[in-house]
């Protein structure tokens, strides 16, 4: 019976890792997008300026 609760407790924390890793890259998308959203708004503000 040991050993089930050993192989849950890894299979647990897989998940956990995997949903992390998961969660970074998503995270990183849109950090990616934001940053191109802010290039946009900041080229329209100088073209509004000139």
Sequence with gaps: MQTY???AY???WLGVCIYLVVL???MRGV???LA???E???EQ???KEQ
């Design 40 to 42: 946009l708004v900041r």
């Design 24 to 26: 970074a890259m998503r």
């Design 36 to 38: 191109a959203v802010a």
């Design 5 to 7: 609760l050993i192989a």
């Design 45 to 47: 503000l100088e073209q």
């Design 10 to 12: 890894i299979i647990a």
């Design 31 to 33: 950090r990616t997008e």
